[in-house]
Nanobody
Framework: EVQLVESGGGLVQPGGSLRLSCAAS????????LHWVRQAPGKGLEWVSK????????YYADSVKGRFTISRDNARNTVYLQMNSLKPEDTAVYYC?????????????????WGQGTQVTVSS
């Protein structure tokens, strides 16, 4: 059974930091591209970041560039998202998504493997 389980979300003040983790199982993690996607209240899905299978290539949405860092540990089947300098507009449910190729369109729950999400709330 394919599973992606996000953790690490919570409530943080603006300017604070959180590190999200996504533990994967049931598929060959090391050959998959991993993404972080988020959905703010009342909004659609927004792609945040992705990392290629080997971990050497990373990409970020302009809205998080310079503040977030994606990484992966293939030995642990885990992908991370380090979030610094958090802003209220970062408030969202954050999902871990895997796709066979980093070129795949993943802003659809029908595409790739999705976790259940973890809530991040940035508020004073």
């Amino acid at each position: 059974e394919v599973q992606l389980v996000e953790s690490g979300g919570g409530l943080v003040q603006p300017g604070g930091s959180l590190r999200l983790s996504c533990a994967a199982s049931g598929f060959t993690f090391s050959i998959y591209c991993l993404h972080w996607v988020r959905q703010a209240p009342g909004k659609g899905l927004e792609w945040v970041s992705k990392i290629n299978s080997g971990g050497g290539l990373t990409y970020y949405a302009d809205s998080v560039k310079g503040r977030f860092t994606i990484s992966r540990d293939n030995a642990r089947n885990t992908v991370y998202l380090q979030m610094n300098s958090l802003k209220p507009e970062d408030t969202a449910v954050y999902y871990c998504v895997s796709s066979r190729y980093c070129s795949d369109y993943i802003l659809s729950r029908k595409v790739g493997y999705w976790g259940q999400g973890t809530q991040v709330t940035v508020s004073s």
